[in-house]
């Protein structure tokens, strides 16, 4: 198990991959860190001793030092982001050893393999800051909110945003589909069903469809596969690692893969027609979404029953209005094979996606 030794945070990568460092002589030791070097999808630099130039050692985004080798680094540059791995967990003097090369952490092989495979994945993917994670669901049936959580990941791409669209609800018919892409090559959902652990965030973007200059992760047409919440955690925490935008449709009831989702949005709309029946529902999807999310807008969609608006739908639902999310043809009848939600960048939906994406941008410090 890692064991911390100081509290230095480990050395930012600004968002750029690196070469992890590896300093051993221990020829099983290095085997089991290649071993896990390339499950992390890294490829490392490897020496025996500091390597020469010195700035190698300093440049590294992370240092894994054997115990074999804490001698011979006793006297390098003092730097953060150092771990010291050995396997003897009775050596109580491998503290000693991790002080005097100014050691972040102490790993025990086999036990912190796990952990090391995270923090080394961290620096193979250059991981920066996080994407704005933003979930979509209707009130009700019917509510249109796959449309809009289509037009904002358009929009999102249109902007120069690395964007990832997620469709997290395997009977909705899938949104490749909304976006005229059910025959592209890629991946769906089905084939991440074993997926445990760690899923690189790259791999993934890479395996999916490209529609529209944003990448979309939906289900197939055959027969309906469950996704064990364990593997949907996995696979949406890959894809904030990547950065940019993350914008997941979602269904409206709450399992446990739909929990995991909820847990790693940063916001979501409730999307909600004008209607007291649609508020009504509505009102159940805010109570059980707002037990996993603090972060709940309602957006709401005319035309109104006499006596509501925006406002008073959102007073209604004690929630904090995003806006009225425009009446345009494509929300209400999609058709298939024309051009996606929000693709016109002057329409009303597009602005609308717009601005959302510059407040909630600034809300939450850049992307």
Same mark, same amino acid.
């Given at each position: ?9 480990? @050395?930012?990568?600004? +968002?750029?991959? !690196? ?52 001698? $011979? ?27 005097? *090369? ?17 923090? *080394? ?15 979509? *669901?209707? !009130?009700?049936? !019917? ?41 592209? /090559? ?8 074993? &997926? ?8 993934? /973007?890479?395996?999916? @469809? ?17 996704? #064990? ?6 696979? =949406? ?17 709450? %399992?446990?893969?739909?929990? /995991? ?15 007291? $029946? ?6 159940? *999807?805010?109570?059980?979404? +707002? ?11 005319? #035309?109104?029953?006499? +006596?509501? %608006?925006?406002? /008073? ?24 094979? &024309? ?5 016109? #960048?002057?329409?009303? =939906? ?14 939450? !410090?850049?992307?």
């Amino acid at each position: 198990m890692p064991g911390t030794v100081t509290h230095d945070p480990p @050395p930012a990568t600004g +968002g750029r991959p !690196g070469r992890p460092l590896i300093v051993t002589e221990d020829a099983e030791l290095l085997d089991d860190l290649l071993r896990l070097c390339a499950a992390a999808g890294a490829t490392p630099e490897v020496h025996h001793g500091l390597p020469e130039p010195r700035g190698n050692w300093e440049a590294a985004p992370l240092v894994l030092v054997g115990d074999d080798a804490a001698g $011979r680094v006793r006297g390098a540059v003092r730097r953060r982001g150092v771990v010291l791995v050995g396997r003897d967990q009775d050596d109580s003097g491998v503290w000693r050893r991790a002080v005097e *090369i100014g050691a972040d952490h102490v790993l025990m092989l086999p036990d912190g393999e796990q952990w090391l495979v995270d923090r *080394i994945a961290d620096v193979a993917e250059g991981v920066g800051r996080p994407a704005l994670t933003v979930g979509v *669901i209707g !009130g009700r049936g !019917g509510a249109g909110a796959s449309t809009l959580a289509c037009a904002l990941a358009v929009t999102s791409a249109r902007e120069g945003l690395r964007t990832l669209l997620v469709d997290a609800d395997p009977l909705g018919g899938g949104l490749d589909v909304l976006l005229g892409g059910e025959t592209a /090559e890629g991946l769906r959902w089905p084939a991440f069903a074993a &997926s445990r652990g760690r899923v690189g965030g790259g791999a993934l /973007e890479e395996s999916l @469809p490209e529609l529209h200059s944003l990448r979309v992760l939906s289900w197939d047409r055959g027969d309906r596969i469950d996704v #064990p919440p364990q593997a949907v955690r996995a696979v =949406l925490a890959a894809a904030r690692r990547r950065g940019g935008t993350v914008v997941v449709d979602l269904p409206r009831r709450i %399992d446990g893969g739909v929990t /995991e989702v909820l847990a790693q949005l940063d916001l979501a709309l409730l999307v909600v027609p004008g209607e007291l $029946r649609a508020v009504a529902a509505a009102g159940r *999807i805010a109570s059980a979404v +707002g037990m996993v999310l603090r972060d709940l807008r309602v957006a709401v969609r005319a #035309p109104y029953t006499p +006596g509501l %608006d925006d406002r /008073e739908v959102a007073r209604l639902l004690h929630l904090p209005l995003a806006g009225e999310v425009p009446v345009e043809p494509a929300l209400l009848r999609p058709r298939e094979g &024309s051009a996606p939600p929000g693709a016109a #960048p002057r329409g009303p =939906l597009a602005r609308f996606c717009k601005e959302f994406w510059e407040r909630a941008l600034v809300e939450a !410090g850049g992307v």
